[in-house]
């Protein structure tokens, strides 16, 4: 099953370096019977694309939480083999999971970022991620805002390349 992971540049260069993605439990997004009953019409590839982007405002969560990072949406994809089933407790939509695993490396399919000239865009909204999670509408409005920021598709060859060029923390704050 793919999985969507939220995280950040200096996250994924330390699951890049550590060669897994943990330490478990990992908050992931993915298709769930939730977010198949709430979104009927929606084929495979726009559920898939509705739980990464569930997973992409999670990053905004990571982002406000170290903001010495670079303010740039991280979503790595993976294909894991165990997931948890839902137990009844998730709302109508959700596709969040809670993993007991650590993700390996030659698990991850793919890695999604912002572009640099989204972190404006994205930098307000984890400068306000906790007044949004509060309904501050203003606030609400810029986490909002991010949805209007395609994430941009890496394989995962190219992810020390683009790590290299983020600089040796993993992406300062721009």
């Known amino acids: ?101 650590v993700i390996p490396w030659r698990s991850v399919a793919s890695v999604h970022l912002d572009a640099a000239q989204a972190t404006t865009v994205i930098g307000k909204a984890a400068d306000l991620w906790e007044a949004a999670l509060s309904g501050d509408d203003n606030a609400v409005f810029a986490l909002d805002s991010c949805e209007g920021e395609d994430l941009m598709w890496y394989a995962t060859q190219e992810i020390p390349d683009l790590l290299a060029a983020e600089g040796p923390r993993g992406g300062q704050r721009t």
Do not use: F, K
Request: charged share 20%.
């Open 1 to 101: 099953m793919r999985v969507y992971v939220p995280s950040t540049l200096r996250l994924l260069g330390a699951a890049c370096n550590a060669g897994e993605i943990g330490p478990a439990p990992l908050t992931a997004y993915a298709v769930t019977p939730a977010l198949r009953e709430w979104y009927v019409e929606g084929d495979d590839e726009e559920l898939e694309y509705a739980a990464m982007a569930q997973a992409a405002r999670a990053s905004v969560g990571l982002l406000a939480a170290d903001p010495g990072t670079s303010r740039r949406r991280v979503v790595i994809a993976a294909e894991v083999s165990a997931v948890p089933p839902a137990d009844g407790s998730m709302e109508l939509g959700d596709a969040r999971l809670e993993l007991h695993v």
